[in-house]
Structure formats: structure tokens, C-alpha cells
């Protein structure tokens, strides 16, 4: 939790960055408590899915909007398909066009609050404190195997002239190692790509389950592009261990059951604001 602080506002909780806010941009991931959607009640689920009304969650997003103080900005969203797929936010045309197929979103223009939606999955936000540029990315351990935060630095230095050395990066509220237990395939995926999986794998059972670190998966390959270790901040919370707070889709039986989904958003705060 070193760097990042709860903030209350209109009976909404919200994570922030500290330094990442304090190089100037605006960012915060959401709880679960505070909205109106039926998850159970008064969930502030922000995403759409098919056991939630749209209505609900465009007044979620509203609420959580004005919390966050980012009125007026245009939230902008991905169809998120657990891919390695990037894409660019060019201008105010792209930022209102419909969300297409991808984890992860980048820009560099003040109207846009690019924004990663998560319930377990780890949300990373990215900000360029040199150029302005900054993105939001959806990894869980499909995406991270592909290596979804790697791909982005890259994007961000072909579109932004971003240079790893200058992001600050925040990782937000995720399933921990603690309790994230995948099957032996999906270990097994990890170590054909990654010399270092060792690292990222404990609690291995006989039958080949095994606990994933996503964090560190992902700082690793932050710390591989170029980004400074010193400037990648994990929240450390844990969406299953901490489910009082945030939506969990595997405690809560999400193959089952209607579970909310949290959200995290990055973008720049105005310079004349
Ligand atoms: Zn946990």
C-alpha cells in the first residue's frame, strides 16, 4: 500500500497513485461499495456484461466519474479479450467510436480516461512523465503470458517516443499469489516462455496446481523493457483476500454467478484545471 491511498468522496472508496498523480495525471481504481447495482446491493459494478442492466452501470460509471473528479471526460473502454492486443486512442474521433476486441488502450490527448475493467485480472495503468502518454492494460495470465505489458511499453515508444525510463507504472487490486492456484498447463505455458517462471510459481501440489504471481510476472517484464523497478508500484491488495472491498470472479463463483466488475482509469489532469 506504500504509495497509493484510499480516498472517499460522495460515499464512494477509490485507490490512487500518489506519484503517478503527483507527475500529473489523474488515476484511480474503484471498490466495490457505493453504486446501484444488484451485486448485491449497492455494488458499483462498472462494466457491462449480460446479468447487469446497462442503465445501471452507466449511473455506476456517473457516480464513480464524479468521485474520481474526471466529469465530462470520455471514459473510454475495450472489449477485453484476454489478447496481447493494443490499441491507440489518436483523438476525440477514436475516443467516442464503439469499444473494439483488446486489453489494452494508450494515448496522449487530455479528453480521453482510458479505462481497464477487472475482477480478479490485474489492471496496470501507465504514465509517461516526460511526454504526457499513458495507457491502461488488462492482464490477466493469458494476457501476461503474452506479454501484454511489454507490448504496450513498445506501442507507446512507436507512437509516443515514450522512453521506458520515464513511466511510472501502478498495479492495482488483483488476485495474489496468495490466492491465484492455475493448473499445471498453465505453468507449463509459462516456463516454454519465460526463463524465470521459477520465480513466479509457489504452493506446487503433486497433481501440478501450482500459485501464480501475476504481479511480479508483470513487473518482470516491465523491468525487462527498461522501466525502472524504483517507478513500478504494486497496491499489494488482493481481490480475494480483500472481497470486502473488491469484485472477485473466482471467490464469488463467477461461472455461476452475477459478479461486478471493478475499474481502473488513467489520463491526464488538464493543465488549466
Ligand atoms: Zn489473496
Known amino acids: 500500500m506504500n504509495n497509493f491511498t484510499f480516498r472517499n468522496q460522495n460515499g464512494l472508496q477509490f485507490l490512487v497513485c500518489d506519484p503517478m498523480e503527483k507527475i500529473g495525471f489523474i488515476n484511480a481504481f474503484s ?3 457505493g453504486g446501484v447495482s444488484p451485486l448485491p446491493a449497492e455494488s458499483l459494478s462498472l462494466g457491462n456484461f449480460s446479468q447487469d442492466e446497462r442503465e445501471n452501470v452507466i449511473e455506476n460509471r456517473r457516480r464513480f466519474l464524479e468521485a474520481i473528479g474526471a466529469m465530462g471526460r470520455q471514459l473510454v473502454t ?21 469499444p473494439t476486441e483488446c486489453d489494452a488502450l494508450t494515448a496522449n490527448i487530455d479528453s480521453a480516461l482510458l479505462a481497464v475493467q477487472t475482477a480478479d485480472c490485474l489492471p ?16 490477466g495470465w493469458r494476457g501476461t503470458l503474452a506479454g501484454i505489458v511489454a507490448r504496450t511499453v513498445e506501442r507507446m ?12 507504472v501502478a498495479l492495482g487490486p488483483a488476485i495474489g499469489a496468495c490466492c491465484f492456484e492455475v493448473g499445471p498447463e498453465v505453468i507449463s505455458q509459462f516456463i516454454d516462455r519465460y526463463k524465470y ?15 501464480l504471481d501475476l504481479n511480479l510476472a508483470n513487473t518482470r517484464q ?23 472491498l473488491f469484485f472477485s470472479y473466482r471467490f464469488e463463483r463467477g461461472a455461476q454467478n452475477p459478479v461486478g466488475r471493478l ?3 488513467i489520463g491526464q489532469i488538464a493543465k488549466n484545471s
Do not use: W
Open 263 to 265: 475499474m481502473g482509469v
Open 124 to 139: 496496470v495503468l501507465l504514465a509517461d512523465r516526460r511526454t504526457g502518454a499513458f495507457a491502461a492494460v488488462h492482464a
Open 31 to 33: 471498490t466495490r461499495m
Open 157 to 168: 515508444q512507436l507512437s509516443y517516443d515514450t522512453a521506458p525510463v520515464d513511466l511510472l
Open 222 to 244: 516491465l523491468a525487462d523493457c527498461g522501466v525502472n523497478p524504483e517507478n513500478i508500484f504494486d497496491c499489494g491488495l488482493c481481490t480475494v483476500c480483500r472481497n470486502d
Open 78 to 98: 475495450a472489449r477485453q479479450i484476454h489478447s496481447a492486443d493494443v490499441r491507440s486512442i489518436r483523438d476525440g474521433h477514436d475516443a467516442t467510436a464503439e
Open 197 to 211: 517462471t521459477g520465480q513466479l510459481v509457489s504452493k506446487q501440489k503433486p497433481d501440478g496446481k501450482a500459485h
